[in-house]
């Protein structure tokens, strides 16, 4: 393994940059044309689609998504993170023009909800929608594999989930703008709600366009040399691994089983508060505020904000004060975790109380997911088996999220104070598997090894 980042020319960097950051652009915007879907339901409100419902739809994609990266991550693996991202913003291109198309018929006709089966036919299309998704992660996290040096990761992280944030910030703020623009639109001079749909199947079109010419997997497709980037590939110059034996390596990681069971805790976390507390606010069971409620108003901004926050707070102290390990930084983000959803418990019923916690929950799991899914995945995967270890932890996020959503979907219809209790237990259960790997950094394949 080498132990040095190499000294990059400018002309890498700059090249670097432009890998990345059009890449980053349309992930972000994936996240568009995932998380549309909350924004839709608060806009259409309970008499359309109720809580539950919700919950139901949005569980059955994230459990289709987090079984999906049993296929795609190998398959990212095999074909390259430029071929796989390709495919999958193509097909959220197609599932949201056709999700869009259906809820135009449904909200055009007098009585949608005896008329249309909405719940299973919103369930299928967003299933489908979210198979796609699964590409995105694998693949931005395969192509970097070969760009960035462990060394040089923890940064990687900051980038990470500061395009998480910012796709947070296109799905919730660009997607109630989008809502805004399009009043008048509508039947009766109201909005069309269908737009929140559309949208991102324009912006991501062009995105396709442009990285279809710019995106390169490796170094040495731009013009520039690959280098040995430290991690648990180092060592290993095999064009390709057989996909058994990157199953066999990562089953068999204690770190990576370890990273991934943290990383379903993260998902109950991270998608607990982001997705409820957008709804917490104006439901008569919740707060109950009307309009205008600063947290819930800015809601897409401090995602953003607290995101890039934790993200490259997390990377920076992960690089400079641990050595390039993950565990400690992480342990600390989920500390502070611990600490304010407690906090959320006591400030319920208090507007500015209950959003300051959440904010400081969005910056701490944002940063934990950053630094393990983006970067400890690259780290113990290797290059050659990047995109099957994200793929697997990302599933287990997902497994998490759908835990969420079945869950919580019920449990806030009965008593926002079940909110909380429920996410505590997830934030100690990490902070404890993070200790066991505390100490845990990669190690190369010795040259000739098999």
């Known amino acids: 393994m080498s132990d040095a980042a190499p000294k990059h020319s400018q002309a890498y960097r700059i090249r670097r940059f432009l890998n990345w950051f059009p890449m980053g652009l349309m992930y972000a915007l994936m996240y568009m044309g995932r998380y549309n ?93 979210m198979y796609f998704q699964s590409f995105g992660a694998v693949s931005i996290v395969k192509v970097n594999s070969s760009w960035f040096h462990v060394r040089e990761r923890g940064g990687f992280s900051g980038i990470f989930g500061t395009l998480i944030a910012s796709g947070l910030f296109f799905a919730y703020n660009g997607s109630a703008f989008v809502y805004d623009l399009s009043e008048g639109w509508g039947p009766d001079g109201g909005h069309a709600t269908w737009w929140i749909f559309f949208a991102p199947v324009i912006l991501l079109a062009g995105m396709w366009l442009v990285e279809f010419f710019l995106l390169k997997d490796e170094p040495v497709g ?62 008569p069971k919740g707060l109950n505020i009307p309009e205008g409620y600063f947290f819930e108003e800015w809601w897409g901004v401090l995602l953003l904000v607290s995101g890039i926050v934790g993200a490259n707070a997390a990377g920076w102290t992960s690089d400079k004060l641990f050595g390039s390990r993950r565990a400690p930084a992480a342990g600390l983000l989920y500390c502070i975790l611990a600490l304010s959803i407690v906090g959320m418990f006591f400030f319920l019923k208090n507007p500015w109380g209950i959003g300051i916690m959440a904010v400081i929950v969005m910056t701490t799991v944002t940063g934990t997911h950053g630094l393990l899914s983006g970067t400890a995945t690259m780290d113990f995967g ?69």
């Open 37 to 129: 879907l909350n924004v839709f339901k608060k806009e259409v409100g309970d008499a359309f689609l109720d809580k539950s419902e919700f919950g139901i739809i949005f569980g059955v994609g994230t459990v289709v998504y987090a079984f999906s990266f049993l296929f795609n991550g190998p398959l990212t693996d095999r074909i390259g993170g430029r071929k796989g991202i390709l495919i999958g913003v193509a097909g959220v291109i197609v599932m949201n023009l056709v999700m869009g198309l259906f809820m135009r018929h449904a909200l055009l006709i007098d009585d949608p909800s005896a008329t249309l089966p909405i719940v299973p036919v919103l369930s299928i299309l967003y299933a489908i929608n």
């Open 382 to 450: 290797g290059r050659k088996g990047a995109a099957t270890a994200v793929g697997l932890i990302d599933g287990f996020v997902y497994l998490g999220t759908g835990v969420q959503a079945f869950s919580l979907g019920y449990l806030t219809e009965w008593s926002w104070r079940a909110w909380p209790v429920f996410l505590f237990p997830f934030s100690i259960l990490g902070f404890v598997l993070l200790l066991s790997i505390w100490k845990a950094v990669p190690s190369g394949r010795k040259k000739g090894g098999h």
């Open 222 to 283: 731009a013009g520039h040399e690959n280098f040995d980037t430290g991690d648990a590939s180092s060592g290993d110059d095999r064009a390709n691994v057989p996909t058994l034996e990157i199953f066999k390596n990562i089953f068999t990681s204690r770190v990576i089983m370890t990273v991934a069971a943290i990383e379903f805790c993260t998902g109950v976390l991270r998608q607990g508060v982001q997705q409820w507390f957008f709804l917490f606010g104006g439901d």
